[in-house]
T-cell receptor
Framework: AQKVTQAQTEISVVEKEDVTLDCVYE???????LFWYKQPPSGELVFLIR??????QNEISGRYSWNFQKSTSSFNFTITASQVVDSAVYFC??????????????FGEGTQLTVNP | IAGITQAPTSQILAAGRRMTLRCTQD?????MYWYRQDLGLGLRLIHY???????GKGEVPDGYSVSRANTDDFPLTLASAVPSQTSVYFC???????????FGSGTQLSVL
């Protein structure tokens, strides 16, 4: 069975600090997808990134970057120069064997990030 | 309508009552899902539908039922609500397998 673990329940930083959110996953499949979603205080779920299991290239999007390492089954998310607007709950998720399971995502527990001014 | 619409936005329900949460999408996505969000547990899949006419059980299906009569609608029914079903419920859809999920804005349900 697939599993996603976000060991950091809460993180608090001061604005402009860099912060890394950890995500570790378990799966027996060789084909899978990893996702990150953001849930701001308003409650909606905002898609941030999707990565397939065959692409280990790191990705950067503005202040956001993602480090995918199959050797350690991790898909960590770093925010550089954090801002107050980054305060949110962040979820890591895994979609296993998409040919048979559709996009059924297994989510981690979430990490509450608070960025203080 | 653009995306996924959920109704109601919030609801307080007496235990034992029947309740249907509505979900409609206008993106013509084949797959739809229902998740519940509870503090410290993340989002957990209740039921899903890969295409109209088919449904499947997720991680926490007990006490819930779904139907998928057409592509656009995917209602979630609580036959006899219990307090442990107090949660935020999210409906979602996806265009293709392995693709990202689009989420509705959620329904806050309190069962007393």
């Amino acid at each position: 069975a697939q599993k996603v673990t976000q060991a950091q329940t809460e993180i608090s930083v001061v604005e402009k600090e860099d912060v890394t959110l950890d995500c570790v996953y378990e799966t027996r499949d060789t084909t899978y997808y990893l996702f990150w979603y953001k849930q701001p205080p308003s409650g909606e779920l905002v898609f941030l990134i999707r990565r397939n299991s065959f692409d280990e290239q790191n990705e950067i999007s503005g202040r956001y970057s993602w480090n995918f390492q199959k050797s350690t089954s991790s898909f960590n998310f770093t925010i550089t120069a954090s801002q107050v607007v980054d305060s949110a709950v962040y979820f890591c998720a895994l979609s296993e064997a998409p040919e048979t399971s559709g996009s059924r995502l297994t989510f981690g527990e979430g990490t509450q990030l608070t960025v203080n001014p | 309508i653009a995306g996924i619409t959920q109704a109601p936005t919030s609801q307080i329900l007496a235990a034992g009552r029947r309740m249907t949460l509505r979900c409609t999408q206008d993106m013509r996505h084949n797959a739809m899902y229902w998740y519940r969000q509870d503090l410290g547990l993340g989002l957990r899949l209740i039921h899903y539908s890969n295409t109209a006419g088919t449904t499947g059980k997720g991680e926490v299906p007990d006490g819930y039922s779904v139907s998928r009569a057409n592509t656009d609608d995917f209602p979630l029914t609580l036959a006899s609500a219990v307090p442990s079903q107090t949660s935020v419920y999210f409906c979602a859809s996806s265009e293709e397998r392995g693709e990202k999920l689009f989420f509705g804005s959620g329904t806050q349900l309190s069962v007393l």
